[in-house]
């Protein structure tokens, strides 16, 4: 029988970056790793994969735009493991055109849907299974974009990337996060939020200059931190980054 010490929940990882975030945390002794993914079949081949590298891991549905899926996969986890250690929250879309066309009313739904509203609906359904963990660690994967600091000046990182309705997204998805960081901050919670930085992935079309597991590590280390680790933070690999 393996010893499970940690249960992890990856969101949207039967590809990309969240993938990546799943196969470094499965290295970690002890670590189980659950493969969120909106298709069953999808997650399915993921988790396969990783299992023939003789990697812990599951696939487990959840699509985080659907509060139903959300409220199964919280009952899979609580009747198999009766707890969650770790949740990233790495589902995301970027619905914008690159063309720089403001983005129409549907764009920002969709996007919201899941990039605030499917990463706040899935870790207030797993806050009871957190709160059973001895050392609860939650992630959020966000983005440069989302940095009001970088687009309010004219030189700042990025500026030229117009995507209205995907910078709005992650950076409410920044708030969200640090209404948990300060509301779990007494209970020694470990909330922060990482930006993989430009990977190469479909959600950009492979445009990125990194790579998956250059885009996972800040994930992985904020998922693994200890007790006087950071909480309520917002960083990259190469350091803290500006709100
Ligand atoms: N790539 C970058 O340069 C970059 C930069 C900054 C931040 N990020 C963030 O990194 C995260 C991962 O993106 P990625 O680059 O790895 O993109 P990706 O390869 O397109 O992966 C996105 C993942 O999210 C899943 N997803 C989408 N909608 C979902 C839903 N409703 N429920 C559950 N899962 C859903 C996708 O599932 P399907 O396969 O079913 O579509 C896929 O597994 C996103 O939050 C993104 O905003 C990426």
């Known amino acids: 029988m393996i010893f499970i010490s ?40 993921a ?9 812990s891991v599951e696939a487990l549905t959840i699509d985080v735009a659907d509060d139903r899926s ?30 720089g066309a403001p983005s129409s009313r549907a764009i920002f739904e969709q996007t919201f849907s899941v990039n605030v ?29 989302g940095s009001l600091t970088f687009l309010a000046d004219p030189e700042g990182r990025s500026v030229s990337f117009p995507a209205p309705a995907y910078r709005c997204s992650k950076a409410a998805m920044n708030m969200l996060a ?6 779990f901050r ?14 190469a992935t479909d959600i950009n079309n492979h445009m990125g200059t990194r790579t998956a597991e250059e885009g996972a590590m800040g994930a992985v280390r904020l998922a693994t931190l200890g007790e006087d680790g950071e909480t309520g933070t917002f960083s990259e690999n190469e350091g803290p980054l500006p709100w």
């Open 6 to 45: 940690k249960v992890v929940l990856v969101t949207g990882a039967n590809k990309g970056i969240g993938l990546e975030i799943a196969k470094q945390l499965a290295s970690y002794e002890g670590y189980h790793i659950l493969i969120g993914s909106r298709d069953a079949e999808r997650g399915e081949q």
């Open 47 to 55: 988790a396969e994969a990783l299992k023939k590298e003789g990697l």
């Open 70 to 99: 959300i409220e199964a996969a919280v009952q899979t986890v609580k009747s198999k493991f009766g707890r969650l250690d770790v949740l990233i929250n790495n589902a995301g879309v970027l619905l914008d055109t690159f063309t």
């Open 117 to 145: 509203f499917g990463a706040a609906s899935t870790t207030e359904a797993f806050v009871p299974l957190l709160e059973k963990s001895a050392a609860a660690r939650v992630v959020f994967v966000s983005s440069g974009l």
């Open 178 to 183: 640090l209404t948990y960081a300060q509301r």
């Open 186 to 199: 007494a209970q020694g919670w470990k909330v922060n939020i990482h930006n993989p930085g430009l990977v």
